[in-house]
């Protein structure tokens, strides 16, 4: 009987091998978030490193374009006229002066996250005297985002952040939302990338509709002839006695 009573229990033993475990489950945990918290870290210094090297080997290319697309009347309106988005804010003055736009360039600064830079180039034009418009966005140290711009020198009468109820050149004074500007995004992001593709989207689509039109009145005919074969031929035959006639009354007016 005495060896018995020197076992320990084993609901006890049970409880502080369980103990022991989850104490174990939670050191691994911290563990773990300092792992990732140098993960984290190592991606936002790889991908400065990354994006500066890139940046870099992006520029030359960037300047060929730009000088490339100079050579093209109205490039940079076209656009922005085909980009679902940006054509939402246009109204038709709006286009009217951005026909004078020569270049768009986006400048991204050094380190991804303190902001970016983009830079629209002008003709003279009847709107306003500036051949430069500029808007940057930055963050700060703590994170907060801020934006400037050059002021516009509108000429006289000629004010179209006035004249319009909504115009795409009120982005330029409206600094409310910096953080999350809708406009400077979609230049920095979808259009500046590639500016081709949106300069040549209509014709493509239009290309593919008339076929896709094309492609559906084959099928309709074909549908046709299927259901209505011998109606079809018999049509046919009046068509050519038509045409024969046709034929000898032009042979009489000669």
Request: proline share 4%.
């Amino acid at each position: 009987g005495s060896s018995l009573s020197h076992r320990p229990c084993p609901t006890l033993l049970f409880l502080l091998e369980e103990k022991e475990q989850q104490e174990a489950i939670e050191h691994i945990d911290e563990v773990q978030n300092e792992i990732d918290r140098l993960n984290e870290q190592a991606s936002e210094e790889i991908l400065k490193v990354e994006q500066k090297k890139y940046n870099k080997l992006r520029q030359p290319f960037f300047q060929k374009r730009s000088k490339l697309i100079t050579k093209i009347p109205n490039f940079g309106v076209t656009t922005f006229v085909n980009h679902p988005q940006v054509s939402a804010l246009l109204g038709e003055e709006d286009e009217e002066a951005l026909h004078y736009l020569t270049r768009v360039e986006v400048t991204e600064f050094e380190d991804i996250k303190s902001g970016y830079r983009i830079d629209f180039y002008f003709d003279e034009n009847p709107y306003f005297k500036n051949k430069f418009l500029s808007k940057e966005f930055h963050l700060n140290e703590s994170g907060d985002p801020s934006s400037k711009s050059t002021e516009i020198k509108w000429k006289s009468g000629k004010n179209l952040t006035k004249h319009l109820t909504e115009s795409f050149f009120t982005w330029f004074t409206d600094h409310s939302d910096a953080g999350a500007d809708e406009l400077g995004e979609v230049i920095k992001d979808d259009i500046w990338p590639n500016q081709l593709q949106y300069y040549l989207v209509p014709e493509v689509d239009e290309e593919e509709g008339e076929e896709d039109f094309e492609d559906n009145e084959e099928e309709e005919g074909s549908e046709d002839i299927d259901e209505e074969g011998d109606e079809d031929e018999g049509e046919e035959d009046e068509d050519d006695n038509e045409g024969e006639e046709g034929e000898e009354d032009e042979g009489e007016d000669d």
